[in-house]
């Protein structure tokens, strides 16, 4: 699942697109915050570590997107 969350804010990162990839990792922050507050006989460990590595992902690319933004300026490359 990481491989594919990685082409997706790629993808993200390509297009320009922070309110896409805004929404993803808010997504994502919503689903560890209900798998960490839930317990019982199941172990949710695997899905929370995965969900967290997919988190670390769309950070890097929100950096990559600040990064490009500040390098183009607000009136294209230099």
């Known amino acids: 699942m990481s491989n594919a969350i990685a082409q997706i804010v790629d ?3 390509r297009l320009k697109n ?3 990839l805004d929404e993803l990792m808010m997504h994502r922050q ?3 915050v209900d798998l960490k507050s839930r317990s019982g006989a199941f172990d ?3 899905p929370i570590d995965k969900i967290d590595e997919e988190i670390a992902i769309i950070e890097e690319g929100l950096r990559r997107l600040k990064a ?7 009136t294209g490359p230099v």
Do not use: H, M, N
């Open 18 to 20: 922070r309110r896409g």
């Open 68 to 74: 490009e933004s500040t390098d183009t300026g607000p």
């Open 44 to 46: 949710f460990s695997l």
């Open 11 to 13: 993808a993200y990162v």
């Open 30 to 32: 919503r689903l560890a």
